[in-house]
């Protein structure tokens, strides 16, 4: 799948969009890993 950027607006879009769903996958993960942590402290 090849998709073509004709302006810098939607790259911008696209950059932003991928950057704000790594964002939300990690904070995922920082999330699970916390608990994972705090629970192997009993």
Same mark, same amino acid.
């Given at each position: 799948? @090849?998709?073509?950027? /004709?302006?810098?607006? +939607?790259?911008?879009?696209? =950059? @932003?969009?991928?950057? /704000?769903?790594?964002? =939300?996958? =990690?904070?995922?993960?920082?999330?699970?890993?916390?608990?994972?942590?705090? @629970?192997? +402290? +009993?």
């Amino acid at each position: 799948m @090849e998709q073509v950027f /004709y302006t810098l607006q +939607d790259f911008t879009t696209h =950059a @932003e969009g991928i950057t /704000y769903l790594l964002i =939300a996958v =990690a904070l995922c993960f920082f999330g699970f890993f916390w608990v994972f942590l705090s @629970e192997r +402290d +009993d």
